[in-house]
């Protein structure tokens, strides 16, 4: 009983982590189209998350919706369309994670359900 709520909290605290890290990375991305004055994308199709086309990890703990944003290079996003991005947390009875991008401000609104 002990183990199994112990691998529990691991998966949870992973998926936790990764939220976290998936906004910083979209954050930077944002900022460094920017600063490069060059568009940057992030994108997920069918749970493969990339980076500017590259493939980045993803825990097993954190699934992904089907989405593609382009940050122009003053920050905005390029196309309301796929604005939003969800991930879900399996391992936190399904817990849901939105972030809705703003067009016009590259700013995100962000709920949990």
């Known amino acids: 009983m002990f183990s199994a709520t112990l691998q529990k909290t691991v998966h949870i605290i992973r998926g936790e982590l990764f939220v976290l890290q998936f906004e ?5 991305q944002q900022a460094q189209a920017v ?15 990339k980076v500017n086309g590259v493939r980045q990890p993803v825990p097993k703990e954190t699934t992904f ?14 196309s309301i369309k796929d604005a939003k991005i969800v991930i ?3 391992y936190e009875s399904e817990k849901q994670i939105t972030y ?14």
Not at 24 to 28: F, V
Not at 101 to 108: A, D, I, N, T
């Open 24 to 28: 910083m990375i979209l954050k930077n």
């Open 88 to 90: 879900s947390l399996p």
């Open 35 to 49: 600063t490069n004055a060059e568009p940057r994308s992030l994108s997920s199709f069918k749970g493969v998350v």
């Open 100 to 113: 809705q991008l703003q067009l016009g401000s590259g700013q995100y609104k962000k709920t949990t359900s």
């Open 65 to 78: 919706s089907d989405f593609e944003v382009t940050f122009k290079e003053n920050g905005n996003i390029q």
